[in-house]
């Protein structure tokens, strides 16, 4: 099993009764199962128990990003805040990369534009790495969007996965050091398209709240991430399936 991931949210405000509905904070927190590779460009595949950690809004003076976990804006588009927690990698779990220096568990911020009708949608994300890596990543993608009724809503996309010349170097990078003390070659990976792929997810809204959420995803990895002899060792096909379960929260302060 792999490691499990703990992420906490919390907040502390104090405000005056008049400003109350003036801030608020709009998210959804839940836990998944699933199964994954062990890393980026591994060939084995392992179990995944996780938090998850939906971004919906925040409203507070002249900021307001986002339009709700659930909402669709009026004129289709929004901004979002943008997160992502990427497993670490370890030779102690994964004993072919003996000799690689260890990547601790990954949490990455940043922002997302999307754009969404009835029936479909677009977005595009920027994060940043503050613990794990410090590099530049990015999502592009879009959602062919079916609601069979009103409890039921299943989406499907492409999507394509960016990195910078830091990130991918951390990922899919082997410096002499680690060359001289591992089974592989000495290898320095740039930045850009790293990973091409498509998302299937289903869901099913119990109440308001609370939602059971299912995703298979396949990935390609790309350019310099699929030449990486660490890829090499591994596959550039990447699998991920998983099953989870969320409640949203609005906070008001």
């Given at each position: 099993?792999?490691?499990?991931?703990?992420?906490?949210?919390?907040?502390?405000?104090?405000?005056?009764?008049?400003?109350?509905?003036?801030?608020?904070?709009?998210?959804?927190?839940?836990?998944?199962?699933?199964?994954?590779?062990?890393?980026?460009?591994?060939?084995?595949?392992?179990?995944?128990?996780?938090?998850?950690?939906?971004?919906?809004?925040?409203?507070?003076?002249?900021?307001?990003?986002?339009?709700?976990?659930?909402?669709?804006?009026?004129?289709?588009?929004?901004?979002?805040?943008?997160?992502?927690?990427?497993?670490?990698?370890?030779?102690?779990?994964?004993?072919?990369?003996?000799?690689?220096?260890?990547?601790?568990?990954?949490?990455?911020?940043?922002?997302?534009?999307?754009?969404?009708?009835?029936?479909?949608?677009?977005?595009?994300?920027?994060?940043?790495?503050?613990?794990?890596?410090?590099?530049?990543?990015?999502?592009?993608?879009?959602?062919?969007?079916?609601?069979?009724?009103?409890?039921?809503?299943?989406?499907?996309?492409?999507?394509?996965?960016?990195?910078?010349?830091?990130?991918?170097?951390?990922?899919?990078?082997?410096?002499?050091?680690?060359?001289?003390?591992?089974?592989?070659?000495?290898?320095?990976?740039?930045?850009?398209?790293?990973?091409?792929?498509?998302?299937?997810?289903?869901?099913?809204?119990?109440?308001?709240?609370?939602?059971?959420e299912g995703v298979v995803s396949y990935e390609k990895l790309l350019g310099d991430a699929a030449d990486s002899p660490i890829t090499l060792n591994g596959s550039e096909d990447q699998w991920r399936i998983g099953l989870g379960v969320s409640r949203i929260f609005n906070l008001n302060f």
């Amino acid at each position: 099993m792999r490691a499990f991931i703990f992420v906490s949210v919390s907040m502390i405000a104090f405000a005056a009764p008049a400003a109350a509905q003036e801030r608020s904070f709009n998210f959804a927190l839940g836990a998944g199962v699933g199964a994954a590779p062990e890393y980026m460009g591994s060939g084995d595949t392992g179990g995944l128990v996780a938090p998850t950690f939906t971004f919906g809004s925040l409203k507070w003076g002249p900021v307001d990003i986002g339009n709700g976990v659930r909402g669709i804006p009026d004129n289709g588009l929004s901004l979002n805040g943008a997160f992502r927690i990427l497993d670490e990698r370890t030779a102690e779990t994964s004993s072919e990369l003996a000799g690689l220096e260890d990547i601790d568990i990954a949490v990455e911020l940043g922002l997302g534009l999307k754009y969404q009708q009835t029936n479909w949608m677009a977005f595009g994300e920027v994060r940043k790495g503050v613990t794990g890596h410090d590099g530049v990543t990015g999502t592009l993608g879009a959602d062919w969007i079916v609601r069979p009724n009103d409890r039921w809503r299943f989406t499907a996309g492409p999507r394509v996965n960016f990195g910078n010349d830091e990130f991918a170097n951390t990922y899919f990078g082997v410096s002499a050091a680690e060359a001289a003390a591992s089974s592989f070659s000495q290898y320095d990976a740039t930045g850009g398209a790293l990973s091409a792929g498509l998302a299937v997810t289903g869901t099913y809204f119990i109440d308001d709240k609370w939602s059971l959420e299912g995703v298979v995803s396949y990935e390609k990895l790309l350019g310099d991430a699929a030449d990486s002899p660490i890829t090499l060792n591994g596959s550039e096909d990447q699998w991920r399936i998983g099953l989870g379960v969320s409640r949203i929260f609005n906070l008001n302060f």
